[in-house]
């Protein structure tokens, strides 16, 4: 499973970003999607995760009400939608996937792509 996360940038506080996570093959469907981020000098912490078939979503409480994730298994993508944004939003984010599962761990998830830089600026 190959995964390619883009959509970062440069955003002022309170703005708004998108994210998406494509994913390679036809096995898409099958798979519980995470994303995590990883502020400078922090380790890496959950984000948002989303069951296979979206019926169920999770999120970290520092981005409840802000964060929405979801996902179109058509387009094999998974997306972060991202609003009101604050400074200590500021991170690279990465998603990340896994077989019948998601989880809020990192060890939950055996596929990363390489992540997206999102720079809010206050």
């Known amino acids: 499973v190959q995964l390619q996360a883009s959509g970062g940038g440069l955003v002022q506080a309170g703005g708004s970003l998108r994210l998406s996570c494509a994913a390679s093959g036809r096995i898409f469907s099958s798979l519980g999607m995470g994303w995590f981020r990883q502020a400078p000098g922090k380790e890496r912490e959950f984000v948002a995760a989303i069951t296979w078939n979206a019926a169920r979503t999770y999120y970290a409480d520092s981005v409840k009400g802000r964060f929405t994730i979801s996902r179109d298994n058509s387009q094999n993508t998974v997306y972060l939608q991202m609003n009101s944004l604050k400074s200590e939003d500021t991170a690279v984010y990465y998603c990340?996937?896994?077989?019948?599962?998601?989880?809020?761990?990192?060890?939950?998830?055996?596929?990363w792509g390489q992540g997206t830089l999102v720079t809010v600026s206050s």
């Open positions: 990340a996937a896994e077989f019948g599962n998601w989880g809020t761990r990192e060890g939950e998830y055996r596929y």
